[in-house]
């Protein structure tokens, strides 16, 4: 089993830029794949993003391509989402995701959860 603990959420105004970082506790962090979703109030939770155990292959969702990134650092348990250009549209709370399973991180069944930082974008 694995703790995630999601920081760097905050308030900032369109266009500007956060970093989201999520640390996972456990010897085992480079046996899961990562991911970034996120969710508005009435909405479903979204995908954002999601990192191989690999380090190397990303997959991101249509609408954050080419203004978020996702990395991993395996030797300090902490996956990052860099998110710039933001929009007022960006604005949810950001779930960091753990999978086990699968090579790259969906919302599925036995996938661990952090708590969430609340992201808001202002126009």
């Known amino acids: 089993q694995v703790q995630l603990v999601e920081s760097g959420g905050g308030l900032v105004q369109a266009g500007g830029s956060l970093r989201l970082s999520c640390a996972a506790s456990g010897r085992t962090f480079t046996s899961y794949a990562m991911g970034w979703f996120r969710q508005c109030p009435g909405k479903e939770r979204e995908f954002v993003a999601t990192?191989?155990?690999?380090?190397?292959?990303?997959i991101y969702a249509d609408s954050v391509k080419g203004r978020f990134a996702i990395s991993r650092d395996n030797a300090k348990n902490t996956v990052y989402l860099q998110m710039n250009s933001l929009e007022p549209e960006d604005t949810a709370v950001y779930y960091c995701a753990a999978d086990p399973i699968r090579p790259v991180a969906v919302a599925g069944t036995g996938v661990y959860w952090g708590q969430g930082t609340q992201v808001t974008v202002s126009s």
């Open positions: 990192i191989h155990r690999n380090g190397i292959t990303t």
